[in-house]
């Protein structure tokens, strides 16, 4: 069956760094858009970055953009999330998701869902 196994996160300082990774098993990676969604306590769940399978472009959201960067290996059925100048308010439960469409991921109607890791970023 398909499984979405994230990695990499941790505790951090912030303006530090961590690369979240996410390995994929049991899909035809290379035909999904990949992505990553947060979620901090008592509040929902958001897109954070997504990177289409067909050119392997690339969306962020706002509050991300140019400290995060969303790449994907799709020999290794791997996508990673690279977060630099970590701020607090990053801190959150960092899902990887999959789908068919970029669209259907970013809007969270992603088909598979990881079980998370938490990144915390102390002030």
């Known amino acids: 069956q398909v499984q979405l196994v994230e990695s990499g996160g941790g505790l951090v300082q912030a303006g530090g760094s961590l690369r979240l990774s996410c390995a994929a098993s049991?899909?035809?990676?290379?035909?999904?858009?990949m992505g990553w969604f947060r979620q901090a306590p008592g509040k929902e769940r958001e897109f954070v970055a997504a990177?289409?399978?067909?050119?392997?472009?690339?969306r962020y959201a706002d509050s991300v953009k140019g400290r995060f960067t969303i790449s994907r290996d799709n020999a290794k059925n791997t996508v990673y999330l690279q977060m630099n100048s970590l701020k607090p308010e990053d801190t959150a439960v960092y899902y990887c998701?999959?789908?068919?469409?970029?669209?259907?991921?970013?809007?969270?109607?992603?088909?598979?869902w990881g079980q998370g890791t938490q990144v915390t970023v102390s002030s």
């Open positions: 049991g899909l035809r990676f290379s035909r999904y858009a």
């Open positions: 998701a999959a789908a068919p469409t970029s669209s259907l991921l970013q809007t969270g109607s992603g088909d598979y």
């Open positions: 990177v289409r399978w067909n050119d392997a472009s690339t």
